[in-house]
């Protein structure tokens, strides 16, 4: 967030130069409760979702909360419009925190504090399943970048009964990682062109859905050509410029795009039940630890992937992570 610039603004200017605290996809301990608030008690430790939308919009009324039509409208005023921790609101390295009810997903005590912060990364993968639409056991599944995201979108795809399940990508020790949480197979595209594959290992055709968590400038061209006709394709990430995509192909068979921004629909419970059911491993994902005050060596090893960092988690001191107020 901080190296590629976040994607909100705060009165026309990045949040982290507003003195604003970043910090995203966190865990702590509820210390305190707001007038009102009896969902949830003193102690109880929870981990928190990114987006708490207006609760008014239309997109919100549809539990689209990452889309809220009020985003980014709540700087210094938090009783109104769309808010985001880390993004438009300060997040999680702060000392407390504070938390509207929404955002909140309580976890039980045999969870760590360290598997407590990928709740929300799983919530977006499952949210990306969810908007493709009832993906039941026996269709084919292709997740193409094993970032933290794709990794737990493999999880996800074959925790929901996805078969085969496909993952893409360039590094043989994600890859690897991509078979230990489920997949069937795996593609290094540097050895091989990526589509041919894909249709190869799925006997000949394209698959049913293709979940895009790469942001390579090919990667819509390359995920609609790697469904079958009628298929759907998730659009989880995105490059940072411009690119072509063919429309025709896309129109001429039929093919669905979706975009998602984050973890709507309340998708991140659904991920926290699979996770305490031990429907999968996310710690395998989890691959450093750093302390609040070797924060910006944390930030060098997940921007830099040294160590083949996947997921960094900065703890503070003390038994968990945040401490947080519920309003």
């Not at 056991?137 to 996800?156: D, F």
Request: charged share 20%; with cysteine.
């Amino acid at each position: 967030m901080i190296w590629h610039e976040p994607p909100a603004s705060i009165q026309g200017d990045m949040p982290h130069k507003k003195n604003f605290t970043p910090g995203h996809e966190y865990m702590g301990t509820v210390v305190a409760l707001g007038p009102g608030v009896d969902e949830y008690r003193i102690g109880q430790r929870v981990t928190v979702e990114i987006h708490a939308g207006c609760g008014q919009c239309k997109r919100c009324r549809e539990g689209m909360y990452t889309a809220c039509h009020n985003y980014g409208l709540n700087y210094g005023e938090v009783d109104k419009g769309h808010r985001a921790n880390g993004f438009t609101t300060d997040g999680g390295f702060c000392e407390y925190q504070v938390n509207n009810i929404n955002t909140l997903v309580p976890i039980p005590d045999a969870m760590s504090d360290e598997e407590a912060t990928l709740v929300v990364t799983a919530g977006t993968a499952m949210y990306g399943l969810t908007e493709l639409g009832g993906l039941v056991a026996g269709e084919s599944v292709v997740v193409t970048g094993p970032g933290p995201i794709g990794l737990l979108g493999v999880a996800v795809a074959k925790a929901l009964g996805a078969h085969p399940v496909i993952l893409t990508g360039t590094r043989d020790n994600r890859l690897k990682t991509g078979l230990e949480l489920g997949a069937d197979h795996v593609v290094n595209v540097r050895n091989e062109d990526a589509v041919e594959a894909v249709r190869r290992l799925n006997g000949g055709k394209g698959v049913d859905y293709v979940v895009e968590c790469s942001g390579a400038p090919n990667a819509v061209n390359e995920a609609v050509r790697m469904v079958n006709r009628g298929g759907k394709v998730c659009l989880a990430a995105f490059p940072h410029e411009q690119v072509p995509v063919d429309i025709a192909h896309i129109v001429r068979n039929n093919i669905y795009l979706y975009g998602i921004r984050g973890e709507g629909k309340s998708a991140t419970h659904r991920a926290e039940a699979f996770m305490s059911q031990k429907r999968f491993d996310a710690t395998k994902i989890h691959t450093h630890t750093f302390a609040l005050e070797d924060l910006p060596t944390a930030l060098k090893y997940a921007r830099e992937r040294i160590e083949d960092a996947i997921k960094v988690v900065v703890k503070a001191k003390g038994a968990t992570a945040r401490r947080m107020a519920a309003e």
